[in-house]
């Protein structure tokens, strides 16, 4: 609720204050997000419940690109089965009302979609992505990358704006049994007639709140999205 509070507020700030919008669209999903980021050129922004939070500033796009890097005390296994577990995002990424896969190319492979429910004023918005995953062969660090598909695999709805700009990066190093370092790389256009600060400050703060989220629930054994997970790794290591 905090949330949807700080969003209508500022947007009302800005819808007075403002009288241009930067209708710039930025072709974010044709470009890596090796390619376009610096490891070097990333601002501590804040850390917060045990999240580190950076933030990238792109001259070629109207957005900046989020990291945020934190250490959750489960095994590698809980994490990424809780993360690729997509019919279970609504429990924990930030104004997801239904994700769901809508194409499974291979193990390593899918089409997945996504609704997001955001606050009024905005429109709600909807995305298509499509997510590869590898695991190091040596290290057992696995890496999820997906990105936003401008094909209309998904018939667009009524009062939504469909997101065609964006990609996202997990990674998930093993520090030990129990401890898993966590790496979420995000660079999204929200699309729309948004203020440039306002936009940047929604793609720092949906990405935020979730791994807050979703390290809160990793660390319940009866939570839904947990508990199916947790007893599985129990029973590997029994065995």
Known sequence: ??????????YSIFFLSTSSFSLFAAEISSISLDTILSESAWKL??????????????????????????????PLETIYSLVTNVENHPLWVTFCSS???????????????????????????????????????????????????????????KNHLRITDAKHKW????????????TFISMTNMEGQTPRALKNLISQVIPSSSLENLKAISMKRDH????TYIAKTDVNKKR
């Open 99 to 157: 994700s769901s896969t809508i194409r499974k190319n291979s193990e390593d492979d899918a089409i997945q979609y996504y609704r997001f429910d955001v606050p009024w004023p905005f429109l709600n918005r909807d995305i298509v992505v499509h997510c590869t995953q590898k695991t190091d062969p040596v290290t057992g660090t696995v890496t999820i990358d997906s990105q936003a598909l401008k094909t209309p695999m998904v018939p667009l709805k």
């Open 171 to 182: 990674i998930f190093e093993r520090i030990d049994q129990r401890r898993t370092k966590v």
């Open 1 to 10: 609720m905090k949330i949807i509070r700080l969003f209508t507020i500022i």
């Open 224 to 227: 839904p999205a947990t508990s």
């Open 45 to 74: 922004t804040k850390k917060s419940r045990g999240i580190s939070h950076y933030k990238q500033p792109i001259k070629e796009y109207d957005v900046n690109a989020y990291k945020g890097v934190l250490v959750i005390d489960r």
